[in-house]
């Protein structure tokens, strides 16, 4: 992946500036390149979306009429940690949310980033998707 840079600072299409470089940050990039390539608009995205008092995410993407459609979690792998034990944490923190933002909004799908890799949990059904699902038309 290509990543524009600037003294230290990694380019965010989403929110049209440098950022800090950190491995957060890197996955994140990723996510958005990755979703951007499978034809999800850029204008359907935000960044570090604030959910009440439950705390923030780091990627939501909207539908057109404005349901969430998916909401993303991105983590760092950490040494002595399994990818199932972040996933696990990731997941919790992924739940709360969506469970605050129910009340305002369906929410379809919850993505959690470790790394490189990427899982993807239908909502609704409580399912693990095998691939990320296409954008809504």
């Known amino acids: 992946m290509t990543l524009m840079t600037e003294r230290g600072s990694l380019w965010c299409p989403i929110r049209r500036k440098y950022v800090a470089d950190r491995p ?3 996955i994140r990039l ?6 951007q390539e499978r034809g999800y608009p850029l204008s359907a995205m935000q960044v570090e979306y604030q959910v009440g008092e439950a705390g ?3 990627l939501a993407v909207f539908t057109r009429s404005g349901d969430i459609w998916m909401l993303v979690e991105c983590k760092q792998s950490f040494p002595g940690k399994s990818h199932a034990d ?8 992924l739940r709360r949310y969506a469970q605050a933002l129910e009340k305002r909004w369906k929410v379809c799908y919850l993505g959690i980033a470790i790394g490189e890799r990427f ?5 609704t059904s ?3 998707e095998p691939e990320i699902p296409p ?3």
């Open 24 to 26: 957060e940050e890197r």
């Open 135 to 137: 954008y809504p038309a």
């Open 86 to 93: 972040i996933a696990q944490l990731a997941q919790a923190q």
């Open 119 to 123: 899982y993807c949990l239908n909502h």
């Open 30 to 35: 990723r996510v958005i390149k990755d979703l």
């Open 56 to 58: 923030r995410f780091d």
């Open 126 to 128: 409580k399912k693990w």
